[in-house]
């Protein structure tokens, strides 16, 4: 995907302004939030399960490198043709290569945010390949040349008329306004390719260690058929999928489905192993996995590294004051909110994406809901640390924080500044005891709020004040 | 007990009467406060704008400041968060202060946490009649686990009754220097609290936490909304605010 | 050096670690994924059978039950009819030897097609935790019978029926070699929310699944 957090600022304004995208996202932010909520309370042991997922997850990124080798030792005795990629222009290289060898034309794909990362779609178009995503949201958002604004649910930024209007012109039928007719429309359209694409793309939601197996998590179907009925299956990965084993994968699900959606398990989760056996009579010829790095060794390298953990749930912009309020196409890439204010910087270059770790709060909503506990808001203010480092920040900004730092060392001159500033304060403040305009570098504030005045006096002048009464005693 | 009172920059320079609510509770609770002089500013500023050395300075001046006090008390959720859940790790590079530091945020306490659980006051001082709805500020819940202990308290209070709004525990849209330099989705995340203020239909709303309340009332205003915005210790101690 | 030996370099510098893995390093691996012990479970004081039925519900499948083997082909003749269904479709070869015909049904012992409407499977075992259904791919065990028709009727002796996933694969560990294929968890219908977060059943695969319990 193209790379616009540079935009983040100018974008996130146009959306707050965007009522039919409030009224999207007031409507998701109701459902995610109540469903997960409800769901998380079918477990009564949540956070003893949350711990030891957080602990498995870290064990898979300590071990990596000794998993993967176990993983693919056994995939390769099942048949998978495995390939290990190490940036993402050589994902699409190697998808392509796959393709041309088997005389590909048409393309069938389930949902791969890896494959967003590398633009993988717009590069198999370019090679002349036929390629139709599947998964609802994704189809819809490929019929309309946007790119997701959710990890999960990618088309959560449309509206009922939106779709209704797109299929109309797309699929050149009489426009229909019901929900589930529109989705059994798209059924109905997308059936044939399921039936006759040459190749099927999928992403891994895992790859289980003990078994060789990828394994995905879908609700719609579109990932078995994907990954059963053309004669090629590829599935592209994050070398920081792996998980040791089936029991691990069983328990982490558990959190996955509920944090994503509410669900207490996902309609479907399809483990594949290899390809077609002998005896089969159904599976593909070939399946082939792409084991890719495109940045995550540096980040595992890196002290954004938990930032890995990450199991793509999406809870953590479900519950982003930020995210809630502008949605997900201001970050500008692939993954939005809290996730995608550290991995944005973390996979594109930090003087690329600016805003994203600043645009918090810092309130910590993102990091209780997750599911493998990743410190968000703590990576958030490191990546602000990092920034100050390398001298990114607006000089202003820089000066203005050592100004205070220097003056608040100092309790005398504090103290003479802040006396002169709560008097002009209270009189800029007027008989309402309100400021309609602050100074620049304060105008963010007022541009939507006043600002209450000081009361006129400090605390410490009054306090020292009331000691001295004290020590001379009674008038 | 022997009590450091640590009132806050904001406390300070906007609210001082928030500061001697404090003082007076405590002294209600029968503790002995000190409210060392020199106090100025935790150093959140510079710490969540990724200054680690601005904010170290003031750091250190805090630890230097309350070390010798057996409790540090401080009327905010976000500064005693500040110094309980984040100091040791802003001295990590320190050697020579992390050990006084850790020692410091494990004493520190906020207000409300420190005078339900620690002192377990009984009766407060504070009179109102009517309704409140209180408003968790985030590092007050979510760093100090400060819920509950508002609330008991403010129910001590005859003739007091709370009406919790629909969601008390989302972010206001504060969070320091985003309110200024984010400051349309700052607003607006303010403008959906403001919304849930109203529709709890109470006559003050109550909270924890200056920056907050600035934010809150500075949005509550601008919407010619004039209901009253109160900080917990001066409710509880009946030092509301002389205009 | 090859992609792989780069990135398996890299995350062994990321870990801190020099050299190559040392035969300890890789047994404690080994070892961890030998043991595959469980996480922590939620409590599961409940019946397996009534539990499975109640969620399977709940995930929006139908449920039935008869007492033996025999009683399928009525059984499922009368969900057809009620539901106003097509009364013919495919099932799995283990289900070649029942009465269709009698029941008024037209299946045939194939894999499914596009145009097939009905596809009748057996299963793995079944998980009552979340009323899920375990699928294994196979010779006989066809994965597009309960995929490709609009509706799957799968049958389920109530002997099969485990507490969790974890139940499952110890299941399969005990009676199989290994992973097949493909190994397909099955809840319910086939669903999606992704316009305006509004529910729809039957997006690719079936719009209904009703379950059979045999005695």
Same mark, same amino acid.
């Given at each position: 995907m193209q790379i616009t957090s540079r935009d983040f600022k100018r974008v996130a304004s146009r959306k707050l302004a965007d009522p039919k995208l409030q009224k999207a996202l007031g409507n998701a932010k109701g459902k995610l939030v109540v469903t997960r909520a409800r769901s998380i309370l079918e477990l009564d042991n949540y956070e003893e399960i949350r711990e030891a997922s957080a602990r498995v997850r870290d064990f898979g990124l300590q071990n990596m490198d000794v998993l993967l080798e176990e993983w693919e030792r056994r995939a390769v005795a099942a048949g998978t043709i495995v390939h290990w990629v190490e940036s993402g222009r050589e994902v699409n290289a190697k998808v392509i290569e796959i393709a041309r060898r088997h005389n590909v034309r048409k393309i069938i794909k389930s949902k791969s945010m890896l494959g967003e990362e590398t633009n993988l779609n717009h590069e198999l178009e370019a090679a002349g390949l036929d390629v139709r995503e599947t998964d609802l949201g994704e189809y819809i958002i490929q019929q309309s040349g946007e790119t997701p604004s959710h990890i999960i649910a990618p088309a959560v930024h449309k509206s009922r008329d939106d779709v209704a209007d797109l299929f109309a012109e797309k699929h050149q039928r009489r426009r229909l306004t019901d929900i589930a007719a529109l989705t059994h429309e798209a059924r109905e359209i997308l059936r044939p390719h399921f039936l006759d694409a040459d190749m099927g793309i999928s992403g891994a939601n895992f790859l289980v260690a003990e078994t060789g197996s990828t394994m995905i998590v879908t609700n719609e179907g579109n990932g078995r058929m994907t990954t059963t009925m053309p004669r090629v299956h590829v599935a592209i990965t994050g070398v920081e999928k792996i998980i040791p084993t089936l029991e691990d994968v069983s328990m982490i699900l558990r959190l996955l489905t509920r944090s994503a959606t509410g669900q207490s398990i996902s309609n479907y989760l399809s483990f594949t192993t290899g390809p +077609?056996?002998? %005896?089969? +009579?159904?599976?593909?010829?070939e399946f082939h996995v792409i084991i890719v790095d495109a940045g995550r060794t540096k980040v595992l390298a890196? %002290?954004?590294?938990? #930032?890995?953990?990450?199991?793509?749930?999406?809870a953590c912009m479900n519950h982003c004051p930020v995210y809630q309020n502008i949605g997900g196409h201001a970050y500008g890439w692939v993954y939005p909110g809290p996730i995608g204010s550290i991995l944005t910087p973390s996979y594109v270059g930090l003087e690329n994406a600016i805003d994203l770790p600043n645009a #918090?709060?810092?309130?910590?909503q993102c990091g209780v809901v997750c599911p493998v506990k990743i410190p968000l808001p703590d990576l958030m203010r490191k990546l602000r640390e990092k920034q100050v480092e390398r001298g990114l920040r607006p000089w202003g900004e820089r000066v203005g924080l050592r100004l205070w730092a220097w003056a608040a060392a100092r309790p005398r001159i504090y103290s003479l500044l802040t006396r002169i500033g709560a008097r002009i304060g209270r009189l800029a403040g007027g008989r309402a005891g309100l400021l309609h305009k602050l100074p620049p570098g304060g105008s963010g504030w007022t541009t939507g709020r006043d600002f209450p005045a000081p009361k006129g006096k400090t605390f410490r002048e009054l306090y020292a004040r009331e000691r001295a009464g004290k020590r001379s005693g009674p008038q | 007990m022997k009590v450091g009172l640590f009132v806050t920059c904001l406390v300070d320079l906007m609210r001082p009467n928030i500061g001697f609510a404090a003082l007076r509770l405590l002294e209600a609770a029968g503790c002995d406060v000190v409210v060392p002089a020199t106090q100025t500013c935790c150093g959140q500023p510079g710490y969540n704008s990724g200054d680690r050395i601005a904010a170290q300075a003031l750091a250190r001046k805090v630890v230097d400041e309350f070390d010798a006090c057996e409790y540090i008390v401080v009327p905010s959720g976000s500064c005693s968060g500040m110094i309980r859940a984040h100091y040791p790790e802003l001295f990590a590079e320190l050697p020579e202060y992390r050990a006084r530091a850790e020692a410091v945020a494990a004493r520190t306490y906020e207000l409300t946490d420190f005078l339900q659980n620690m002192v377990r006051l009984e009766r407060v001082p504070g009179k109102f009649s009517g309704s409140v709805t209180y408003h968790d500020s985030c590092s007050g819940l979510r760093e100090m686990g400060v819920k509950s202990q508002p609330r008991a308290l403010l129910s001590k209070i005859p003739g007091l009754t709370i009406k919790e709004m629909q969601q008390p525990e989302q972010c206001c849209g504060f969070g320091g220097t985003f309110a200024v330099k984010y400051g349309d989705i700052s607003s607006r995340i303010a403008d959906l609290k403001c919304e849930d203020v109203q529709a709890a239909g109470a006559d003050a709303l109550v909270l924890g936490d200056l920056g907050c309340m600035l934010n809150i009332e500075g949005r509550l205003r601008r919407r010619n909304d004039n209901t009253p915005v109160l900080h917990v210790a001066e409710v509880l101690a009946g030092e509301l605010p002389q205009d | 050096m090859s992609a792989r030996e780069n990135i398996l370099g890299r995350i062994r510098a990321a870990n801190g670690k020099t050299g190559a893995a040392s035969a300890a390093e890789r047994e404690a691996v080994a070892a961890r994924l030998r043991t595959h012990a469980r996480g922590p479970l939620p409590s599961m004081d409940w019946d397996p059978l009534p539990r499975f039925k109640e969620r399977c519900i709940v995930m929006m499948s139908t449920v039935d039950q008869v007492a033996s083997r025999s009683d399928l082909p009525a059984a499922i003749a009368r969900y057809l009819t009620s539901n106003r269904l097509p009364l013919g479709g495919v099932c799995w070869? /283990?289900?070649?030897?029942?009465d269709w015909g009698g029941a008024g049904l037209d299946i045939a012992a194939r894999p499914a097609t596009g145009r097939d409407m009905v596809g009748v499977t057996g299963s793995f075992c079944a998980i009552a935790e979340n009323g899920t259904l375990m699928l294994l791919s196979g010779e006989d065990t066809h994965a597009t019978t309960s995929l490709l028709p609009e509706t799957h009727i799968a049958v389920v002796p109530a002997s099969r029926v485990v507490r969790s996933m974890e139940d499952g694969w110890d299941l399969l560990r005990r009676e199989r070699e290994g992973l097949p294929r493909q190994v397909n968890f099955v809840s319910g219908p086939s669903r999606t929310?992704?316009? /305006?977060m509004t529910l729809v059943m039957g997006?690719?695969?079936?719009f209904r699944v009703h379950v059979v319990v045999v005695n």
């Amino acid at each position: 995907m193209q790379i616009t957090s540079r935009d983040f600022k100018r974008v996130a304004s146009r959306k707050l302004a965007d009522p039919k995208l409030q009224k999207a996202l007031g409507n998701a932010k109701g459902k995610l939030v109540v469903t997960r909520a409800r769901s998380i309370l079918e477990l009564d042991n949540y956070e003893e399960i949350r711990e030891a997922s957080a602990r498995v997850r870290d064990f898979g990124l300590q071990n990596m490198d000794v998993l993967l080798e176990e993983w693919e030792r056994r995939a390769v005795a099942a048949g998978t043709i495995v390939h290990w990629v190490e940036s993402g222009r050589e994902v699409n290289a190697k998808v392509i290569e796959i393709a041309r060898r088997h005389n590909v034309r048409k393309i069938i794909k389930s949902k791969s945010m890896l494959g967003e990362e590398t633009n993988l779609n717009h590069e198999l178009e370019a090679a002349g390949l036929d390629v139709r995503e599947t998964d609802l949201g994704e189809y819809i958002i490929q019929q309309s040349g946007e790119t997701p604004s959710h990890i999960i649910a990618p088309a959560v930024h449309k509206s009922r008329d939106d779709v209704a209007d797109l299929f109309a012109e797309k699929h050149q039928r009489r426009r229909l306004t019901d929900i589930a007719a529109l989705t059994h429309e798209a059924r109905e359209i997308l059936r044939p390719h399921f039936l006759d694409a040459d190749m099927g793309i999928s992403g891994a939601n895992f790859l289980v260690a003990e078994t060789g197996s990828t394994m995905i998590v879908t609700n719609e179907g579109n990932g078995r058929m994907t990954t059963t009925m053309p004669r090629v299956h590829v599935a592209i990965t994050g070398v920081e999928k792996i998980i040791p084993t089936l029991e691990d994968v069983s328990m982490i699900l558990r959190l996955l489905t509920r944090s994503a959606t509410g669900q207490s398990i996902s309609n479907y989760l399809s483990f594949t192993t290899g390809p +077609k056996r002998p %005896d089969d +009579k159904d599976g593909p010829g070939e399946f082939h996995v792409i084991i890719v790095d495109a940045g995550r060794t540096k980040v595992l390298a890196s %002290d954004m590294r938990e #930032a890995l953990r990450c199991i793509r749930c999406g809870a953590c912009m479900n519950h982003c004051p930020v995210y809630q309020n502008i949605g997900g196409h201001a970050y500008g890439w692939v993954y939005p909110g809290p996730i995608g204010s550290i991995l944005t910087p973390s996979y594109v270059g930090l003087e690329n994406a600016i805003d994203l770790p600043n645009a #918090a709060t810092l309130c910590n909503q993102c990091g209780v809901v997750c599911p493998v506990k990743i410190p968000l808001p703590d990576l958030m203010r490191k990546l602000r640390e990092k920034q100050v480092e390398r001298g990114l920040r607006p000089w202003g900004e820089r000066v203005g924080l050592r100004l205070w730092a220097w003056a608040a060392a100092r309790p005398r001159i504090y103290s003479l500044l802040t006396r002169i500033g709560a008097r002009i304060g209270r009189l800029a403040g007027g008989r309402a005891g309100l400021l309609h305009k602050l100074p620049p570098g304060g105008s963010g504030w007022t541009t939507g709020r006043d600002f209450p005045a000081p009361k006129g006096k400090t605390f410490r002048e009054l306090y020292a004040r009331e000691r001295a009464g004290k020590r001379s005693g009674p008038q | 007990m022997k009590v450091g009172l640590f009132v806050t920059c904001l406390v300070d320079l906007m609210r001082p009467n928030i500061g001697f609510a404090a003082l007076r509770l405590l002294e209600a609770a029968g503790c002995d406060v000190v409210v060392p002089a020199t106090q100025t500013c935790c150093g959140q500023p510079g710490y969540n704008s990724g200054d680690r050395i601005a904010a170290q300075a003031l750091a250190r001046k805090v630890v230097d400041e309350f070390d010798a006090c057996e409790y540090i008390v401080v009327p905010s959720g976000s500064c005693s968060g500040m110094i309980r859940a984040h100091y040791p790790e802003l001295f990590a590079e320190l050697p020579e202060y992390r050990a006084r530091a850790e020692a410091v945020a494990a004493r520190t306490y906020e207000l409300t946490d420190f005078l339900q659980n620690m002192v377990r006051l009984e009766r407060v001082p504070g009179k109102f009649s009517g309704s409140v709805t209180y408003h968790d500020s985030c590092s007050g819940l979510r760093e100090m686990g400060v819920k509950s202990q508002p609330r008991a308290l403010l129910s001590k209070i005859p003739g007091l009754t709370i009406k919790e709004m629909q969601q008390p525990e989302q972010c206001c849209g504060f969070g320091g220097t985003f309110a200024v330099k984010y400051g349309d989705i700052s607003s607006r995340i303010a403008d959906l609290k403001c919304e849930d203020v109203q529709a709890a239909g109470a006559d003050a709303l109550v909270l924890g936490d200056l920056g907050c309340m600035l934010n809150i009332e500075g949005r509550l205003r601008r919407r010619n909304d004039n209901t009253p915005v109160l900080h917990v210790a001066e409710v509880l101690a009946g030092e509301l605010p002389q205009d | 050096m090859s992609a792989r030996e780069n990135i398996l370099g890299r995350i062994r510098a990321a870990n801190g670690k020099t050299g190559a893995a040392s035969a300890a390093e890789r047994e404690a691996v080994a070892a961890r994924l030998r043991t595959h012990a469980r996480g922590p479970l939620p409590s599961m004081d409940w019946d397996p059978l009534p539990r499975f039925k109640e969620r399977c519900i709940v995930m929006m499948s139908t449920v039935d039950q008869v007492a033996s083997r025999s009683d399928l082909p009525a059984a499922i003749a009368r969900y057809l009819t009620s539901n106003r269904l097509p009364l013919g479709g495919v099932c799995w070869p /283990e289900f070649a030897d029942l009465d269709w015909g009698g029941a008024g049904l037209d299946i045939a012992a194939r894999p499914a097609t596009g145009r097939d409407m009905v596809g009748v499977t057996g299963s793995f075992c079944a998980i009552a935790e979340n009323g899920t259904l375990m699928l294994l791919s196979g010779e006989d065990t066809h994965a597009t019978t309960s995929l490709l028709p609009e509706t799957h009727i799968a049958v389920v002796p109530a002997s099969r029926v485990v507490r969790s996933m974890e139940d499952g694969w110890d299941l399969l560990r005990r009676e199989r070699e290994g992973l097949p294929r493909q190994v397909n968890f099955v809840s319910g219908p086939s669903r999606t929310a992704d316009i /305006e977060m509004t529910l729809v059943m039957g997006v690719h695969g079936p719009f209904r699944v009703h379950v059979v319990v045999v005695n």
